[in-house]
């Protein structure tokens, strides 16, 4: 019979632990060695575009030459940009300041970016020639500055700020964004002008201002403001833009400041039918290869993936795991969004600049969108540990999805269980074989997704 252990002499007791119990790597407990096999799918949408941007934004002046006619001889006129992704919006920057300039005015570009840049007048800059827009590239100055004036207040307690440049200098102000529906919000204006004149152009001050009142208040708050503002400043029009399922500019038009609200309530439901989706009701994991300010303002856009910090959004796609794999170039270390997910590669967190991330989310008042989730070496490992994180998941039979980034989904790669449900919508076709989901030594997929 073997003697009992004395409790205070339990230090002294040797512990032997097998193989399996102790793995060189942890993250093996977790290993599938049976994945499904995928497919890439192209996934068609309307095509329809601009071909040539200055004729279109000639065309829409055209269009609206009454309101246009508010640019007269010897005026200072502000331009006001800067939301990214937006298909060649330094050509159309630049055909809006020689028109300007053909009418006799004095154009300069103001950034209406809220907090962007890490709230600096360089970064703001930085973020501007990113987009290719800089003083050379479109013939006109810039001018930076994160100053404003508060010009009033809204409900009788919220302070209205605007850019000092185009407040004190501009004779004439012209917004020029883009129309689509908002990752935080729903509405019937979300992304577009009124959104830019209420927040963008506040800078960091009037959108940390605006941001206090919450998300739940901005499909009320956005045009009260921005009719507050149109009422007191010198913006006669803007120039919104829609862009179609492959984040091609496809519509220019001139919209006059009395139908704005009314005009972009239209043009945001027609940019929400043409945004491009994943035409799948439910997936277990879903890989997100890039993540980025340029791709949406949240880093991946919530109606593509169904899901906000919240939770679901009650669109499809329902995900159970997101897998977040990189950062883009063009975020330049904004990782805004990188809370969404549920598995993230430590690619993505080396190259995350915290202070510019914590800036955007400390203005949006959503501190979520810079929480890092369970962070993995390499692609292989971010699959298989979302995986083991679903429920009720079968990881040969599993349903995952891999796509560039939420903007561009032409192109995607979907497992076998996707595929008859990918064939019944007439806009997916498979092209090429049905494979094995293929990692190379270091654990990087293998299968590269189109640009």
């Known amino acids: ?28 407990l977790f290993r599938h060695d049976r994945l499904p096999r995928w497919a890439l799918i192209r996934n068609r949408f309307d095509a329809g575009a601009i071909d040539d941007v200055e004729a279109a934004v000639r065309a829409a002046f055209d269009a609206n030459a009454d309101a246009a006619a508010a640019i007269r001889p010897g005026q200072r006129v ?40 890490g709230a600096t007048p360089e970064g703001q800059l930085e973020v501007l020639a990113s987009l290719g827009i ?14 404003t004036v508060q010009i009033g207040t809204v409900q009788g307690r919220i302070p209205v700020f605007i850019d000092r440049h185009a407040h004190d200098e501009a004779d004439l102000i012209i917004p020029i964004n883009r129309v689509k529906p908002h990752t935080d919000f729903t509405g019937p204006v979300e992304s577009g002008l009124l959104k830019m004149i209420a927040i963008g152009l506040g800078k960091q001050r009037g959108a940390d201002t605006f941001h206090s009142e919450g998300f739940a208040t901005f499909a009320e708050l956005i045009p009260s403001v921005a009719e507050y503002i149109v009422g007191r400043l ?36 027609e940019a929400d039918a043409h945004l491009a989706r994943l035409p799948i009701a439910e997936l277990d994991v879903l890989v997100i290869d890039r993540i980025g300010k340029d791709i949406s303002g949240l880093g991946m856009d919530s109606n593509v993936v169904g899901r906000y910090y919240t939770g679901p ?19 330049e270390g904004n990782a805004v969004g990188i809370g969404m997910a549920d598995v993230v590669v430590r690619r993505a967190v080396d ?7 914590f800036i955007n989310c400390i203005t949006a008042k959503t501190p979520e969108g810079a929480r890092i989730a369970l962070t993995v070496d390499t692609d292989r490992e971010a699959v298989d540990v979302a995986i083991a994180c679903c429920l009720r998941v079968d990881p040969a039979a ?8 939420t903007k561009h989904l032409e192109w995607f790669y979907a497992s076998e269980p996707l595929l008859d449900e990918l064939s019944r919508t007439g806009s997916c076709e498979v092209d090429g074989d049905v494979r094995p989901i293929a990692f190379g030594p270091d654990g990087s997929f293998l299968d590269e997704l189109p640009a």
């Open 1 to 28: 019979m073997t003697a009992p252990v004395d409790p205070a002499r339990l230090d002294d007791v040797p512990v032997t632990l097998s193989p399996a119990a102790a793995p060189a790597n942890p993250l093996d």
């Open 78 to 117: 502000c331009i006001a940009v800067g939301s990214r992704g937006i298909d060649r919006i330094a050509d159309v920057t630049r055909a809006v300041v020689g028109i300007v300039r053909e009418r006799g005015a004095d154009p300069f570009v103001v950034p209406a970016m809220g907090s962007h840049g």
């Open 134 to 147: 800089t003083e050379d590239s479109i013939g006109a100055p810039i001018r930076s500055s994160m100053e």
């Open 234 to 269: 010198p913006i006669q029009f803007g120039i919104a833009l829609v862009e179609n399922g492959y984040a091609r500019l496809r519509q220019v038009e001139l919209v006059s400041a009395d139908r704005m609200y009314a005009r972009e309530r239209e043009l945001r439901d």
């Open 313 to 331: 959004t009650g669109r499809p796609p329902l995900v159970q795991r997101i897998v977040v794999g990189d950062l883009t170039d063009e975020t």
């Open 351 to 357: 190259r995350m600049d915290a202070m510019k991330t």
């Open 398 to 405: 599993a349903r995952i999805a891999r796509i560039l980034d």
